[in-house]
């Protein structure tokens, strides 16, 4: 019987990013091309560059990503799942009492919303965010007040 896998062997399995060609049934969404099959901890390494008091959407991960790896695209399904694991990582370093953790906060959907599957949901993002001083606007999709202001360089 297998075990299922904690979020930090998720994390750190020694898996190296793939570069496959876009799956015919994504190519009307992308380009035909090459796509990135990151992995957590490259996922992890770019969201720790997202400077406190900013942001980056999913779309900025995925394309930064691709360009570092020479792809025309990055894997938006795997780029999720690894974005999910990173923030329940460093979410678990954050209640250790860790110092120097990934702001997994950081990243909003691609439109600027906060996302309910990060650890706490929307209700934890929210207050992650305003800590840093970003204004939230409610309403059935929270979203960050202005985001395009307030978005990272990656």
């Not at 694991?85 to 906060?114: F, H, M, Q, Y």
Request: proline share 7%.
């Amino acid at each position: 019987m297998r075990t299922r896998q904690t979020w930090r062997e998720k994390m750190l399995r020694p898996e190296k990013p793939k570069i496959v060609d876009v799956p015919p049934r994504m190519q009307g969404q992308w380009s035909p091309g090459r796509m990135l099959i990151a992995t957590p901890l490259l996922i992890d390494g770019l969201v720790r560059r997202i400077p406190k008091g900013r942001v980056a959407t999913v779309a900025q991960v995925m394309q930064r990503l691709a360009r570092d790896h020479k792809c025309d695209s990055a894997c938006p399904m795997t780029t999720g799942i690894f974005l999910r694991i990173v923030s329940e990582n460093a979410e678990l370093d954050r209640l250790e009492g860790r110092k120097r953790i990934t702001p997994w906060w950081r990243v909003l959907k691609t439109d600027g919303a906060l996302n309910e599957k990060y650890p706490g949901g929307v209700a934890l993002q929210t207050a992650l965010l305003k800590a840093e001083g970003l204004s939230i606007e409610s309403g059935k999709r929270p979203r960050v007040r202005d985001f395009e202001r307030q978005l990272a360089r990656l």
